[in-house]
Every structure is written in structure tokens, then in C-alpha cells.
């Protein structure tokens, strides 16, 4: 909005994932008009790193907005603006240019695992002014780390971003940091909402390479002609500064107040708590984390694994049929559906990148328990399935720690699609599940930032509240298949612990 008038009534909305981007064009009425994704690829490297190419996002992205934009047939005037939400906190060195200087570090990547332990005793001081704890998955240690190991970065580096914030400034040639990814660096004061210069003393981040710090819905450059050539939009349409995934996600699950919780899954699954700043208590947070969340006043609690479609696509990569890549996890799906619940004995652990809430151990590895010669390849699916499930209902037992227990809850995300999965999540937790008319993820909530800053959206608490109103799709738990889970869930939580040692050793042989 410029001056007070809303320009267009139509808004894009883009998601840098972890597996890939997706994009979708938005109307006035909130609805989706067309959407596009598009899959790149991660670099894993041992131990425990995880990177991408920044200038993938950057690909994908143009060729998303392209797709979108041709497949709605919408006139270009008529977009308003875009905004960016993305997998968080995955980080990207730039030099003054705003050119990578090295690969992305993603959220996966936990190399920063020894600067965590050479900080270990300012613990207390680092929650009480972030809100999070000590841990590789923030942005901080993760910079620590290369500034240790690859000390030619300080002269070759100008500036960090994060992963939208990389994408804002290819479309604006402008340099921020939205608030909400602000909370997931360790470097920020969760009370001002800027950075904390004790913080970034602590980690010996270079101050100058920290951008300014804007508001999700703050309108912070427009599209430059080159982007403009790029991406299909016209220049000088309006880009905001943008959002986390989850936050993303959970503005289009309709999140809006105090208590309301959703799970989105897509590489992996958060369980995500809009919770009244206010009332949030830091010291009770436990395995949990936090971040600002874009509705004034409330704040994003979240309990978060690593790798649950992640697993299915790491299945369907090494153990898939020949159908298409795009039907594939429609057909595991089904097939898991032919199996038993407990899958016929067999009990899996999810932890197959280490595992951040409710474990925070990087070293934890995955584990598919109870395998006979009976066993067959839907059981070792409906097992995947029942196992990330198993770690979702772990976290939401640390959310109940809070207080914060839901009456229902929502699910979006790619998981959402899937009708045996989202049972199997009803059956395990015991809860009603409510999926979205709209369950497309973090895009739409970023297309929902894009439309409150131009002023499409007068008010976006009222546009959240009236989505979770919206259901596609409602999910009751089975009360036999929940008793039956309830056993094989005490033996998931058994199972970790008594495999500790073993992954210690393991870790051990990985590092030798």
C-alpha cells in the first residue's frame, strides 16, 4: 500500500523449503488461483551437515512465480506484492554484492555443535534474552562454525541472510532480517526485537554483517528490472520482508489465538502454539523453542522434529516403484493403508538427522525395530508413518507441559494430504484433526503477510480466525486403533533410551 491505497488484488506467496520451492498467487477473496513447486537439492555431508545452493532458491523461485503467474492468466498490474517465507534458520554468507561467497547452511546442518559446548556457561543468559537455548539448529553457532573453520570468510564476507531474506534481496537488491527469523539466530533480544550486541559478542558474529531487522509485513523494496526479467512480475510491485515457514504455516492454518495449535509436515513436522507474549513463561519453555510470531501481541512456541517426509522421500528415492515422482506419495500412502496398526510389530524412530524437540541430540540416529521375514514393504511404510506420528505426539506431551493442550488439532503442509497418514496422526494422539480448505503450507500464510502489508488485508488476525474456520477435511481418532497405539507409543518412548549408547558409539565411528 502506498499512500494509503491498495495497489492490485492479487498477491504472491513464496516458500524456500527444504525439499524445494512452491508458490502460489492469491486473490482479494483469499483464495488460491494457481500454484507451482519445483524440487532442488541438499548436500549432506558427515558428520552432520547439511547445505544448498542459495542460487537454487533463487531458480526455483523465478520459475514458480512464472508458472503461477502464466497458469492464473492474471493481469501483471493486478499484483499487488509477494512475500517470502522460508525453511529457518538456514543462513547464506553474501559479499557486498550480495553474491554467496559458499554454500547455504541449512537449519539440518549441526557442525556448530562445539562452539554450542565452548559456550555452554552462558546458557542461562543466552534463554533469558533469546528465548531459545543453546543449540547447532539456531543461525549463531552455525556462523560460529565457519568463522572457526574457514577463516577466509571474514575478508571474503560482507553480509548474512537467511534463506528468504537471500530471495528478498535477488527481487529488491535491499538487505533484511524479518523479526520472526530474528528469534531463530541466538543473536537477537526477543523483548526489543533487534539484535543484542551481547549476543553477537558471544558468538563473534561480525556486527557488520547484520541487516536491518523489519516487521514481517513491513513493505521493504520493490522489484528491480532485473528481477522483474527474472521472475515475470513487474517492477516496482511491492516485496515485504517475510516470514518462517511455521509462522507461515500457521497463519493459514488459523492460528489467531492463544492455545490454537497446528502441525505442518512437509521434510519435517513442527507442532506450532500461538501463545499471548505476555503469558509466555521462558523458564517453563523446556525442549520447546520460540519465536515472534506476525500477529501483534502473541508469540510462535513450537516443538520441532528434523525428518518426517523427509524419511517417506528418502524412501521413495532408494525403495520406490517406477511411478512418477509426483504420484508417489499418493501411492506410499495407500499402500500403508493396507497394512495393520503397529505395522505388524514393527516400531520406528524418525531421528534420521539427529533430532532436535523434545531430544535436542544431534547424534541420535533412525531405527526400524521388530523386522521378521513376515514383514513386508507396507509395513515397513505404515511404520514410517506411525513413527514420525509417535514423535509428534511426543512434542505435543512437552506442549501439555505448558498448559497448552488442544481440543483439535490442525494439520497443513504437504503431509496433510495424506488421508492414511493424517489418521494414523488422529489414532496416535488421540485427537481430533482438522485439515484446512486451504493446506498448501507456508505460501499461502507468506501470500497472507504480502496481502496484510498492501492493505488487500485490512486486518490479518480477522483473515487468520476466519480460515480456521475452513475445513476440508475433519479426522476423528478411533478409539480401538488409539488404545492400540497407546502400547506401541510406551514402547517408541523405551526405545531411544535404550538405544543411547549405541548412537554414542556410532557417533564415535562416524567422527574416527
Known amino acids: ?129 533469546t528465548g531459545n537455548r543453546i543449540d547447532a539448529y539456531f543461525a549463531a553457532p552455525k556462523l560460529a562454525w565457519l568463522l572457526a573453520n574457514e577463516p577466509g570468510i571474514r575478508q571474503t564476507g560482507a553480509g548474512v541472510l537467511m534463506a528468504n531474506g537471500y530471495v528478498v534481496r535477488r527481487l529488491t537488491g535491499v538487505a533484511v532480517c524479518d523479526s520472526g527469523h530474528l528469534g531463530l539466530t541466538l543473536l537477537g533480544d526477543l523483548d526489543t526485537g533487534q539484535w543484542s550486541a551481547g549476543m553477537v559478542d558471544l558468538w563473534g558474529v561480525p556486527p557488520a554483517w547484520l541487516p536491518p531487522v523489519a516487521e514481517p509485513t513491513d513493505v521493504v523494496g520493490t522489484v528491480t528490472n532485473d528481477a522483474a526479467e527474472a521472475t515475470g512480475l513487474l517492477a516496482g510491485t511491492p516485496v515485504v520482508a517475510g516470514v518462517v515457514d ?8 488459523g492460528l489467531a489465538h492463544h492455545g490454537d495449535v497446528c502441525e505442518m509436515t512437509g521434510q519435517s513436522t513442527v507442532v ?142 504437504g503431509g496433510a494430504r495424506g488421508t492414511t497418514w493424517t489418521q494414523i496422526k488422529a489414532d496416535v494422539t488421540g485427537l481430533p484433526i482438522d485439515v484446512p480448505k486451504e493446506s498448501r503450507g507456508a505460501p499461502v500464510g507468506a501470500a497472507l503477510v504480502a496481502a496484510a502489508a498492501i492493505g488487500l488485508v485490512p486486518d490479518l488476525a480477522a483473515t487468520v480466525r476466519s480460515r480456521a474456520a475452513g475445513v476440508l477435511r475433519h479426522v476423528d481418532p478411533d478409539p480401538a486403533r488409539h488404545a492400540v497405539y497407546q502400547r506401541y507409543y510406551a514402547v517408541f518412548r523405551d526405545l531411544y533410551p535404550a538405544l543411547g549408547r549405541t548412537f554414542d558409539q556410532l557417533a564415535g565411528l562416524r567422527a574416527t
Open 1 to 129: 500500500m502506498v499512500g494509503g491505497r491498495v495497489h492490485g488484488d492479487g498477491v504472491i506467496g513464496v516458500d524456500i523449503g527444504t525439499t524445494g520451492a512452491k508458490a502460489v498467487l492469491v486473490d482479494d477473496a483469499g483464495r488460491v488461483r494457481a500454484e507451482a513447486g519445483e524440487e532442488y537439492p541438499t548436500r549432506y555431508l558427515e558428520p552432520n551437515g547439511a547445505e544448498q545452493d542459495p542460487d537454487d532458491w533463487w531458480a526455483a523461485t523465478c520459475r514458480c512465480v512464472r508458472a503461477v503467474l502464466g497458469r492464473s492468466g492474471i493481469d501483471l498490474a493486478r499484483i499487488g506484492g509477494i512475500g517470502i517465507s522460508s525453511q529457518a534458520p538456514s543462513v547464506v554468507v553474501v559479499d557486498a554484492s550480495g553474491v554467496p561467497v559458499r554454500p547455504a547452511l541449512l537449519w539440518l546442518d549441526r557442525r556448530g555443535q562445539p562452539a554450542c559446548r565452548q559456550r555452554a556457561d552462558a546458557a542461562a543468559t543466552v534463554v533469558s534474552t
Open 246 to 253: 511455521g509462522a507461515a504455516a500457521s497463519l493459514e492454518a
Open 272 to 413: 506450532n502454539a500461538a501463545v499471548e507474549a505476555k503469558r509466555l513463561r521462558r523458564d517453563r519453555l523446556g525442549t520447546l523453542s520460540v519465536l515472534p510470531y506476525p500477529l501483534p501481541g502473541h508469540h510462535l512456541v513450537y516443538g520441532s522434529m528434523v525428518a518426517t517426509g523427509g524419511i517417506l522421500r528418502w524412501f521413495r528415492d532408494e525403495f520406490g516403484d517406477a511411478e512418477p515422482a509426483s504420484d508417489a506419495f499418493a501411492a506410499l500412502d495407500a499402500l500403508a493403508a493396507t497394512a495393520p496398526p503397529g505395522s505388524g510389530g514393527l516400531v520406528l524412530l524418525p531421528y534420521y538427522l539427529g533430532e532436535r524437540s523434545p531430544l535436542w541430540n544431534a547424534d541420535a540416529r533412525g531405527a526400524l525395530v521388530g523386522l521378521s521375514m513376515a514383514s513386508r514393504r507396507a509395513d515397513v511404510v505404515r511404520a514410517i508413518l506411525e513413527g514420525t506420528a509417535y514423535g509428534l505426539a511426543h512434542n505435543l506431551e512437552e506442549l501439555g507441559r505448558l498448559g497448552l493442550r488442544p481440543g483439535v488439532l490442525r494439520s497443513v503442509g
